[in-house]
């Protein structure tokens, strides 16, 4: 049996998260919308009407280049791809053909342990089609084109993608960096962030007959097409047959992918420039202006995270969090030390997790954070108290306001903890008779009860040196 | 001359949405020939040291601030030509 190895192309739709749409002024979020009501003469294409540029676009884009390590095209022009569909009003799409805005650009993904560039060979600007819905038995189907007109941004790598696992984590890292810039909401349930994979195998340095499979809208269905795919193909040459060029859907309950023939080929789209929209320049000043407003790229974050140890999936749960990202860069400027850093990353990854599950606007600030981890640090709370408060921190309380409200100083103070546990000895003759006869296993009982009569807010280890002291006097 | 053949007419119509009677696609099928005639006159032309141009206008980057601007024509106004409405949804022939 021959080595068959796969050789992956991605082509990523992502809508940008302007205010208006690409073409006209249509508010461009309508997630509470009912239908049909986020809509104008132009992105109708009501007879007479022109379209007109979003600025707003154009910068998400000149971003957009900076996160891909790609060039910002200095003239950059728009297109016209002719079909006629029920949900593209104007039977055109306008979209960017022969100078698009992004090129040549990588994106540096994490596979075994080592980065790998994937290669952006472009990225351009076109506008989304209205949605199409279709009632279950009817002979009808419905249009809502409160959609028609939302800017997108389809991403197109070279086909350097070689295992469905690359393919996965280049995925995850585009969909990173379009969050993190803020240029995409990447809601993906909501088609915010689609795309189409195109996938052949080969075993030999000619590269086979690709297939594509379309639109589809989570990794995980991403994972398991390719894998069908591949194993399809592999299993075609096997028995002696021809892959053949073709488009393929993926079906998720069945999990497989079929074949769907389209009715037009790349040629039919008779694309021409589009008369309509005068050609865009952009100089390097103005280019550098808008970059400069980036603060922080999720490569880098990445690469900080891989120093501090942390395994891809937590690597990933930060990196998916654009707003815990800045959490943890401004608490990572204030610990500075790696140690104290790596516990930033854990109360982010750990215990925040579990709080976003219920906490939809929480008010965590990395000074917080980095506060909350200097109090135990310095021994003022123990870190089990540390925990009991997060919460409060995470819904807006300052840490040390909160430590003085509740009186959770940890109590380090020799004399207030002799004290106490002269007290337990007293009370505890019989524990106190074990100790002394050889059973060490009683210590923590008596550490127990200190914990109990002061909340949990003793020392534990001055407990420790302490109990050990007392009881063999 | 750039003769096409009726197939080769028939699939311009179709992707044009134009219903073509076979009489009809003999008459546009000398009649594209002909216009395709005429561009190969023009492609002829001599054009070096000519700026390739889609654009007449001379202009460059109009463009529009990202500003949300609520069209003053009511919804149902911009609809009021659909043949069919259903549920504030534009009714369409099945097409899945």
Known sequence: MSQYKPTIGIEIHAQLATNSKMFCGCNNDSRDALPNTNICPVCLALPGTLPVINKGAIDMAIKLAKGFNAEVARTTSFDRKNYFYPDSPKGYQITQMDQPIIKNGYVEILVGGEFKKIGIHHAHLEEDAGKLTHPDGADYSLVDFNRAGTPLTEIVSEPDIKSTEQAKRYLQEVYNIVTSLGVCNGDMEHGNFKFDLNVSISDSSTLGTRTELKNLNSFRNAERALNYEIARQIAVLESGGVIEQETRGWNDTKAVTFSQRSKEQANDYRYFPEPDLPPITLSQSYIDQVQSQITVLPIDVRKDLVNLNLNADEQDVLLAQPATIAIFKDAESALKKPELIKKAVNWLVGDYQSILATNKKPHLTGERLAELIELVESGVISSKIAKSIFADIVAGAKPSDIVAQKGLKQVSDDSELENIIKKIILDNPKPVDDYRSGNARVLGFFVGEVMKQTKGQANPSKVNQLMIKLLKE | ?96
């Open chain 2, 1 to 96: 001359m750039a003769k096409l053949s009726l197939d080769e007419i028939q699939k311009v119509a179709l992707l044009a949405r134009i219903e073509l009677s076979d009489d009809e696609l003999v008459v546009a099928s000398s009649e594209i020939s002909s216009i395709l005639d005429f561009v190969d006159t023009i492609q002829n032309t001599d054009t070096a040291g000519v700026e390739l141009t889609s654009q007449v206008t001379g202009l460059t980057d109009v463009w529009r601030e990202d500003l949300v601007e609520k069209c003053a024509i009511a919804p149902k106004l911009l609809l009021a030509s659909t043949p069919d409405m259903q549920d504030g949804y534009v009714k369409v022939k099945k097409v899945l």
